[in-house]
């Protein structure tokens, strides 16, 4: 990403409507993915962290894929069906991730392709429900289920989630469906986020992104995916150092938060820097914040505590940031 100089300008009413009202995200940045085959949810149990094997048709759950050293591989969320699972994993990593789960099944009936006919948006926000009713998609009666519970209304699938930092829906479809459907919803009157505008609700919200805070550099507990873990469910690839690393009761870094003033000179890859700590992390996204400044998240050493003050350094020059810790996603 450009530094904040270059950035495009957020939407601040579209921003406001994704917390207040709805918001449309369209397209999602995602890559969808079909398992199939007899041994599709013991198969996957027995790879990925996430407990498949205890998520009931219709439910959902958070996953990785990992090395047997803990590298991450791919980060996904899998949706049982009846027939098959449903995976989403990152924008451009849908074959990437089905050769990689394919390439562990050796005996076993399972096959995973990418579904690239398949498409995804989102509507985001307290009023998302009532959106997509007016649309036609029984939004309201996923809305007092579980997070990541799901159903099929036709030719549309959708699920209950959690982006960008707000209750709201994920939706799939073919694209002339999808298509359609965003034209409806735009046609209500329902604000369009940008992608500048997405990235800013995105890093206010401490939300790890493939290939930003996803890398293979930290392990999944250092970038805020410990809730992709299930310690419970049995055996699952790079579960020995991970474990390792839970029993030990640290973690050398942890995805933080850093607010910036406007106009900061900053991007990602930038050092993050103290007087008691020079190498205390680095900048791993950079989204303008509006008129009260820039935000960025990055990787920080746990020593630089919560409200610590620190230099952001590059090639661009040296900048002021405040850290503020994230929760990381749900």
Same mark, same amino acid.
């Given at each position: ?31 969808? =993915? ?31 894929? +990992? ?9 996904? %969320?899998?949706?049982? /069906? ?20 394919? /390439? ?34 029984? #939004? ?25 930092? =707000? ?11 999808? $298509? ?17 505008? #997405?990235?800013?609700?995105?890093? #206010? ?18 970038? $805020? ?11 699952? +690839? ?15 870094? /942890? ?15 930038? %050092? ?20 009260? *400044? #820039?935000?960025? +998240?990055?990787? =920080? ?21 405040? =850290?503020?810790?994230?929760? *990381?996603?749900?």
């Amino acid at each position: 990403m450009a530094d904040s100089h270059e950035s495009p300008e957020v939407d601040g009413a579209a921003l406001r409507a994704l917390h207040t009202e709805a918001a449309l995200l369209a397209p999602l940045a995602k890559d969808l =993915v079909v398992a199939r085959g007899e041994d599709r949810v013991r198969f996957l149990n027995g790879v990925v962290t996430g407990n498949v094997a205890g998520t009931p048709v219709g439910g959902g759950t958070h996953a990785l894929l +990992l090395t047997p050293k803990a590298h991450i591989l791919a980060e996904m %969320r899998i949706f049982v /069906r009846a027939s098959d699972l449903l995976l989403f994993v990152a924008a451009g990593e849908g074959a990437r991730a089905a050769e990689a789960l394919a /390439r562990y099944a050796v005996m076993d009936d399972f096959t995973a392709e990418a579904a690239p006919a398949m498409q995804a948006l989102a509507v985001l926000g307290p009023a998302a429900a009532d959106r997509l009713e007016a649309a036609g998609l029984p #939004a309201a009666s996923l809305a007092e289920r579980p997070p990541w519970s799901h159903l099929e209304a036709g030719p549309i699938w959708l699920a209950r989630v959690k982006h960008l930092g =707000v209750d709201g829906f994920w939706v799939a479809g073919a694209s002339g469906d999808l $298509g359609r459907l965003a034209e409806t919803l735009a046609g209500t009157g329902l604000p369009r986020l940008t992608p500048a505008t #997405a990235e800013a609700a995105r890093v #206010a919200a401490g939300e790890p992104l493939w290939g930003r805070e996803i890398t293979d550099e930290y392990f999944p507990m250092e970038i $805020g995916l410990g809730d992709a873990i299930d310690y419970k469910k049995g055996c699952f +690839l790079g579960q020995e150092p991970i474990v390792r690393i839970r029993d030990r009761g640290h973690t050398n870094w /942890r995805l933080a938060r850093l607010e910036l003033p406007a106009g900061s000179p900053v991007q990602p890859g930038d %050092r993050v820097e103290t007087d008691e700590k020079p190498k205390a992390g680095k900048l791993t996204s950079v989204a303008s914040a509006g008129a009260s *400044g #820039a935000a960025a +998240l990055g990787v =920080v050493h746990v020593s630089v505590p919560a409200g610590a003050r620190v230099r952001i350094a590059g090639g661009h020059g040296v900048a002021e940031g405040i =850290v503020r810790d994230v929760s *990381g996603p749900t």
